[in-house]
């Protein structure tokens, strides 16, 4: 029977390092989870993912449900086959870009019916729905559906909400019923507020989950209110199941919550950076685009070994970009998800050799440096 298992290899303060065994393939915690929204990364092809480092993608249950649809990709032999990576895939439920249609959705006890902002046409999401949509698409680690409300939103809003999204756990879990070889995460909810979130986790636990993520933030709140949220949310949740904080982020969010005991993170951001000229480093952002570059034969970072950085330059980069050339989002993209990767890598051997915050002071202390000005 093949099975799943998280294993912790090692801690350093409230940071950890670990594994999330699957069928398909070893987790390296904490990872980094590279967003495939439509079965693609964008701008890449799947072993240029691979060779980044990535050891699992997301794939998003939402947009995948309204276009080609799971039933599509079920019969042609599931998601991994069809967009051709043989590695770990976690779906999120689609509650999150459900409920961001707005005008568009109607919420109720039973579940979720919306419009398509494709085409108009009408679809309710249920937790049932959502698990069986997940199934179809044959995901590894599969998100429970849930209600995620936008912050700031008043504690009766949030509490309410937070209740909601446990009843839908519940329904979830026994929707998703028993998959050797898949995991099923429960979602924390709560907002900011230190005793909705506890409350929510103790439903999590009674219920029982394969993994736990804390939901509800990077929607708004700021990275002091999410930092502060973090200094007690993942101690809340069990230290012997991997915990996942959705929808984050930038490289100084996510070593942030790597401290404060986070274990996993996805984000468009690295992929949407590189599309739009601007380019991840350990001495911060760059912006290719700016005329500062045109005429500078250096990497855009000397210490990267991606293909944007061995073999060209930054002044072919801006002349690409500038020229919009679809080689300019590739390759950006890239790099950005090899730094992501290599940020990664480097806070796991951290936290094993017990030198986390050394590593976090040479992270800030780089990133004050700035980007190295053209000679």
Known sequence: MSTTSFTLH??????????????????????????????????????????????????????????PTAERIDRLGGLHKFMNWDKPILTDSGGFQVMSLADLRKLTEQGVTFKSHIDGSRHELTPERSMEI???????????????????ADRDRIAESMRLSMRWAERSRDAFGDRPGHMLFGIQQGGLEEDLRAESAEALKSIGFDGYAIG????????????????????????????????????????????????????????????????????GQVNIKNARHQDDPRPLDEDCTCPACRNYSRAYLHHVFRAQEMISGMLLTWHNLHYYQELMQGMRDAISAGEFAAFEAQFHAQRAEGDIAPL
């Open 10 to 67: 090692a801690t350093d303060g409230t940071a950890r390092t670990g594994a999330i065994t699957t069928p398909r393939g070893t987790i390296r915690t904490p990872a980094f989870m590279p967003v495939g929204t439509a079965a693609t990364v964008k701008a890449m092809m799947p072993e240029s993912v691979a060779a980044t480092g990535a050891d699992i993608l997301l794939g998003n249950t939402y947009h995948l449900m309204l276009r």
């Open 134 to 152: 997940q199934r179809l698409l044959g995901s590894d680690i599969v998100m429970c559906f849930d209600e995620c409300p936008a912050l700031p």
């Open 216 to 283: 509800g933030l990077a929607v708004g709140e700021g990275q002091e209110a999410m930092f502060g949220c973090l200094d007690f949310a993942p101690g809340q949740l069990p230290e012997d199941k991997p915990r996942y904080l959705m929808g984050v982020g930038k490289p100084d969010d996510i070593l942030g919550a790597v401290k404060r005991g986070v274990d996993m993170m996805d984000c468009v951001l690295p992929s949407r950076s590189g599309r739009t000229g601007q380019a991840w480093t350990r001495r």
